[in-house]
């Protein structure tokens, strides 16, 4: 079984920073893109960045030039740098992954818990 589990989550003040990470672990022969996505109260789930296998990043609009998604093969670990965060930031932020096991040659996605991060002054 493949779990993902973030973390580095918490409590920062308007224009503070974080880091946070998400492990993989569990029988992977590979990983695809990895993905950040963020939930807040009240709303619905909505994405916030991608890197792909190749290195290949993406990001929503309302997070472009604050957060920077990278990610560590060796570790097969994903992170998320957010900066200049604002109280609209304030989420769950969950990450996902298209896996490939060793039990089969196709590839699911798979999801972590999230962590939480609360912006305010």
């Known amino acids: 079984q493949v779990q993902l589990v973030e973390s580095g989550g918490g409590l920062v003040q308007p224009g503070g920073s974080l880091r946070l990470s998400c492990a993989a672990s569990g029988n992977i022969r590979s990983i695809n893109s990895m993905d950040w996505y963020r939930q807040a109260p009240g709303k619905q789930r909505e994405f916030v960045a991608t890197?792909?296998?190749?290195?290949?990043?993406n990001y929503a609009d309302s997070v472009k030039g604050r957060f920077t998604i990278s990610r560590d093969n060796a570790k097969n670990t994903a992170y998320l740098q957010v900066n200049s965060l604002k109280p609209e930031d304030t989420a769950v932020y969950s990450c996902s992954a298209t896996i490939r096991t060793y039990s089969g040659p196709l590839y699911g996605r798979y999801w972590g818990q999230g962590t939480q991060v609360t912006v305010s002054s």
């Open positions: 890197v792909t296998g190749d290195g290949v990043t």
